[in-house]
């Protein structure tokens, strides 16, 4: 079974992505028309391909994104004006009318993505790292009343931003405190 959920709103668009997918052999994982659904599904099967228009029911591409964030990657396809609207680090986007060459490409290509993911674990942090990033949460959770899910998002943000390691953004912060 692949790992593929199809969410449209518009019943149309949804017989048409399941015809295509269909004379190429795939068989989605599940037919969505809200988001909820979508939610659902993804959840059931762990992680997915969602292929979604624009606008479900309930809620859009983005909000759906966000939500799916970690646990799906979404290939929307719809009108350029309203791809405009999309954002989602987890969102690529196909403008309609869409080219079957160019649809199965960004497909294969996701697929690939998901299954590397999902073959290679994510790598473990050494013992003094995670040390390390534990001393510089706490300080930050003491001196800047921070929760300890802030405190990790401040040391994910900053290290991203200066183009750091997470190790080296704690130690930054625990020199800074000393």
Same mark, same amino acid.
């Given at each position: 079974?692949d ?5 449209f709103?518009?019943?149309e668009a ?6 295509? $997918?269909? %004379? ?5 994982? !599940?037919?969505?028309?809200? /988001?909820?659904?979508v &939610?659902?599904? *993804? ?12 606008? $479900?029911? %309930?809620?859009?591409?983005s909000d759906? !994104?966000?939500?799916?964030? /970690?646990?799906?990657? &979404?290939?929307? *396809? ?12 987890? $969102? ?16 294969? &290509? ?25 001393k ?29 390691k ?5 130690q930054?912060?625990?020199?800074s405190?000393?």
């Open positions: 079974m790992r593929i959920v199809v969410a709103a518009n019943e949804q017989r048409r992505i399941l015809c295509l $997918l269909a %004379d190429r052999g795939y068989a989605p994982a !599940a037919c969505c028309a809200a /988001g909820a659904e &939610l659902r599904a *993804v959840r059931k099967l762990g992680s997915a391909i969602v292929v979604c228009g624009f606008k $479900l029911r %309930d809620m859009t591409a759906l !994104a966000a939500d799916l964030l /970690g646990s799906a990657v &979404l290939l929307v *396809v719809a009108s350029p004006v309203h791809l405009d609207f999309c954002q989602g680090e987890n $969102l690529h986007k196909l403008p309609s009318p869409i080219h079957r060459s160019d649809f199965f490409a960004t497909l294969d &290509l996701l697929r690939q993505f998901e299954e590397q993911k999902l073959r290679r674990p994510p790598p473990k942090r050494r013992e003094e790292d995670q040390h390390l990033i534990q510089a949460k706490e300080l930050l959770m003491d001196l800047n009343r921070m929760t300890e899910a802030e405190a990790h998002r401040f040391l994910q943000k900053r290290s991203m931003d200066a183009g750091l997470m190790t080296e953004t704690a930054i912060i625990i020199d405190y000393r």
